[in-house]
């Protein structure tokens, strides 16, 4: 099932990103003035050298991190100037999933995958009132099924292997009921084959849920086989936005050369891309 912008509540892109600058207080300008716009339901991979500017970016399009000047607009939130409650109600409708699995270790399973509810409740004191409940566990019990994790709800997650810890951060992830992903290098931390296994399970859950999906890798291959559109930083600014398979494997390794060494960039603004939309996500990875 596939939610359409304005089932999701708002209209047009779901993230609209323009000018954005973000200067650290220390004078270092991680992202000097970058443009994105994305479509509900795309899957979006960044790529970049390390230092480019791609968690950064991330953490904009929450607030995790203030811009210094410039516009975010997701999911019909302004971000630059939303209060920190509209902060707070749009920070549950993105699930987060980052490299650092930030599983509650002592906690069984079941119960680290029901927080994901945390957000929706409101209040903690609410959150205890449908913890209670059966709903809550059944809901928890059928993300976990999902991830195929189910058989190990009662086992404490400290027990489990990183890529299955992996596996129960997404189910959690999962339990927010989110409009949109963001990864940041969700798959840094594990061997090939437990990357692989995480990866495709986010990609079935963003598929199937019809969410957005920004990707932070430096897996070329893992890209490839995943990425409908990729955008590739470079020193804080966009140096390709373009449809994965449009690029040539010299241009995707050219990334992590010096500029002048790199082979011919298309730049975002030099590049005409067609408007994403959902018929034309069936050609690449999705
Ligand atoms: N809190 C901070 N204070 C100062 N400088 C920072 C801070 N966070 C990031 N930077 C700097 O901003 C630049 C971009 O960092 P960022 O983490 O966004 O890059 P990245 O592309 O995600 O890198 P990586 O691939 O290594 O994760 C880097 O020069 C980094 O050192």
């Known amino acids: 099932m596939t ?45 970049g050298a390390n230092g480019s500017g791609k968690s950064t970016l991330q953490k904009c399009l929450t607030r995790l991190v203030a811009p210094t000047s410039g516009t975010v607009r997701v999911l019909g939130t302004e971000v630059t100037t939303a209060s920190k409650r509209e902060i707070t109600r749009l920070r549950c409708d993105v699930g987060v999933v980052f490299q650092k699995i930030n599983l509650v270790r002592e906690l069984s399973v079941l119960t680290n995958v029901i927080h994901g509810s945390l957000g929706r409740a409101g209040s903690p ?11 809550q566990r059944d809901e928890a019990m059928e993300a976990l099924e ?19 810890q992996q596996r129960v951060a997404i189910a959690r992830t999962l339990m927010q009921r989110p409009k949109m992903i963001l990864a940041d290098e969700p798959v840094a ?13 986010l990609w079935q859950v963003t598929e199937e849920e019809g969410l957005t999906l920004i990707c932070t890798l430096h897996q070329l291959e893992l890209a490839r086989i995943y990425g409908h559109r990729m955008v590739a930083l470079r020193e804080g600014r966009v140096d390709m936005d373009t449809y ?18 790199a082979p011919h960039a298309q730049h975002a603004d030099q590049h005409e891309h067609p408007e994403p939309s959902l018929t034309n996500l069936s050609g690449a990875a999705r």
């Not at 999902?146 to 299955?164: F, I």
């Open 244 to 261: 994965m398979h449009q690029v040539e494997d010299e241009q995707l390794e050219g990334l992590y050369t010096e500029e002048d060494e």
């Open 146 to 164: 999902r991830v195929g994790l189910a058989h190990v709800a009662s086992r404490r997650a400290e027990q489990l292997s990183g890529g299955q």
């Open 3 to 47: 939610l359409s912008p304005a089932e999701h509540g708002y209209s047009g892109p779901v993230i609209e990103v323009a000018g954005l600058v973000k200067e650290f207080s220390n004078g270092t300008r991680a992202l000097q003035g970058v443009d994105l716009r994305v479509q509900s339901g795309e899957t979006v991979v960044l790529l």
């Open 125 to 135: 004191r609410n959150w205890f009132a449908m913890t209670a409940r059966s709903e």
């Open 189 to 201: 931390a594990l061997d090939p084959r437990a990357g692989r296994q995480v990866m495709d399970l």
